[in-house]
């Protein structure tokens, strides 16, 4: 091979701190095998100075020949081989940009190792973008999706403040993204899901202690969108009982546990903590998701379910909304349900009281 590209999982271990075993696992099984001139790419989203004080290290030890990674100009190849950066960037379910439209972003260790990972990526990418080093472009991955995440937190605050004050939040960002400059739409929901969004403010987070610094706006994100699970439960409890019902017994169908609509990923989902909590509180829970016809055990789950099918919900004290995929027919559950919780205002336009936005 002459290049070779790491994409292995970066999660959060216990104790919500970084895991790059699979990073480190795979640099050991890469380096006997290394050879002069091969380019070696991590594209896993992790800390500024992974590439350049945990992977490179490990190849240069590993490999058995003496064989280092080029770091100067002068890098003539011989007895080296040069090592990049480029970060994955993906949007699931998302069909209105071309994979080749999509600039990448690379950061070498040296400028050679820049030009030819410029060069790799550029026969698949219609622009790739250069940055100054590894560091720099694992920076970027990181603000991307910490941009996502700190103002989700914020729209899901607001969404709370809303609820209490009586305001519909989707029509007020609706209003809001009317603004031709100066604002983009997010919005708000059960949590967030997924392996970068709700993973990687984590992953700077703990690398900034390095640098005796703390990252309050980031950290206080995160425990906003940790909570949204807990609001979730607590909405479906409040409605029951405006109904005269417990939710310690009550019948709840969770409709889709995919952490987005139309995707078949449940990696960090909300819905595996809210049916979690709603056992632990006495529900009998069901769910229904056309991805999934079984959840079993998972790296901080096990729930061992079947897929319920959707063919009457009016055995149910609750139907809840939690991935609003576009297989439901909302408008027939809600005419059906005894009472439905959307959490995703996905059924918008349809009125009843039996249903619950929160």
């Given at each position: 091979?002459?290049?070779?590209?790491?994409?292995?999982?970066?999660?959060l271990?216990?104790?919500?701190?970084?895991?790059?075993?699979?990073?480190?696992?795979?640099?050991?099984?890469?380096?006997?095998?290394l050879?002069?001139?091969?380019?070696?790419?991590?594209?896993?989203?992790?800390?500024?100075?992974?590439?350049?004080?945990v992977?490179v290290?490990?190849?240069?030890?590993?490999?058995?020949?003496?064989?280092?990674?080029?770091?100067?100009?002068?890098?003539?190849?011989?007895?080296?081989?040069?090592?990049?950066?480029?970060?994955?960037?993906?949007?699931p379910?998302?069909?209105?940009?071309?994979?080749?439209?999509i600039?990448?972003?690379?950061?070498?260790?040296?400028?050679?190792?820049?030009?030819?990972?410029?060069?790799?990526?550029?026969?698949?990418?219609?622009?790739?973008?250069?940055?100054?080093?590894?560091?720099?472009?694992?920076?970027?991955?990181?603000?991307?999706?910490?941009?996502?995440?700190?103002?989700?937190?914020?729209?899901?605050?607001?969404?709370?403040?809303?609820?209490?004050?009586?305001?519909?939040?989707?029509?007020?960002?609706?209003?809001?993204?009317?603004?031709?400059?100066?604002?983009?739409?997010?919005y708000?929901?059960p949590g967030?899901?997924?392996?970068?969004?709700?993973?990687?403010p984590?992953?700077?987070?703990?690398?900034?202690?390095a640098?005796?610094?703390?990252?309050?706006?980031?950290?206080?994100?995160g425990e906003?969108?940790?909570?949204m699970?807990?609001?979730?439960?607590?909405?479906?409890?409040?409605?029951l009982?405006?109904?005269?019902k417990?939710?310690?017994?009550?019948?709840?169908?969770?409709?889709?546990?995919?952490?987005?609509?139309d995707?078949?990923?449940?990696?960090?989902?909300?819905?595996?903590?809210?049916?979690?909590?709603?056992?632990?509180?006495?529900?009998?829970?069901?769910?229904?998701?056309?991805?999934?016809?079984?959840?079993?055990?998972?790296?901080?789950?096990?729930?061992?379910?079947?897929?319920?099918?959707?063919?009457?919900?009016?055995?149910?004290?609750?139907?809840?909304?939690?991935?609003d995929?576009?297989?439901?027919?909302?408008?027939?559950?809600?005419?059906?349900?005894?009472?439905?919780?959307?959490?995703?205002?996905?059924?918008?336009?349809?009125?009843?009281?039996?249903?619950?936005?929160?």
């Amino acid at each position: 091979m002459d290049a070779i590209i790491i994409c292995v999982p970066t999660p959060l271990d216990e104790y919500r701190e970084p895991d790059l075993s699979f990073i480190t696992n795979t640099a050991r099984a890469i380096a006997p095998h290394l050879r002069a001139g091969q380019l070696v790419v991590l594209e896993s989203t992790t800390y500024p100075g992974t590439t350049e004080e945990v992977l490179v290290p490990i190849l240069e030890e590993g490999n058995g020949c003496g064989l280092k990674a080029a770091r100067d100009t002068t890098a003539n190849g011989e007895d080296e081989f040069f090592v990049a950066f480029s970060p994955e960037r993906e949007d699931p379910g998302n069909d209105s940009i071309a994979r080749r439209d999509i600039p990448k972003v690379v950061g070498g260790l040296n400028s050679q190792a820049s030009e030819l990972a410029a060069t790799l990526y550029g026969t698949i990418f219609n622009r790739v973008v250069p940055v100054s080093s590894p560091a720099v472009a694992e920076m970027t991955k990181l603000l991307e999706n910490i941009y996502r995440c700190v103002n989700i937190a914020l729209v899901n605050e607001l969404k709370l403040l809303s609820l209490r004050m009586g305001l519909d939040i989707w029509e007020v960002i609706n209003a809001a993204s009317t603004k031709p400059f100066g604002f983009q739409p997010f919005y708000p929901g059960p949590g967030l899901g997924g392996h970068c969004i709700p993973v990687d403010p984590y992953y700077l987070s703990w690398k900034a202690k390095a640098w005796d610094f703390q990252t309050r706006f980031i950290e206080l994100a995160g425990e906003i969108n940790s909570s949204m699970p807990y609001h979730v439960v607590s909405c479906v409890s409040r409605a029951l009982s405006q109904q005269r019902k417990a939710l310690n017994g009550a019948k709840v169908l969770v409709l889709g546990v995919a952490y987005k609509k139309d995707i078949d990923d449940l990696r960090e989902s909300p819905a595996l903590t809210i049916i979690e909590l709603l056992q632990k509180d006495g529900a009998e829970v069901s769910y229904n998701d056309p991805y999934f016809p079984f959840i079993g055990k998972g790296r901080h789950y096990d729930l061992q379910m079947k897929c319920t099918p959707v063919d009457d919900v009016s055995k149910y004290d609750c139907v809840l909304i939690v991935t609003d995929h576009s297989d439901y027919d909302y408008r027939g559950i809600a005419q059906h349900a005894s009472l439905v919780v959307d959490t995703r205002n996905a059924t918008r336009g349809i009125h009843g009281d039996n249903i619950v936005r929160c």
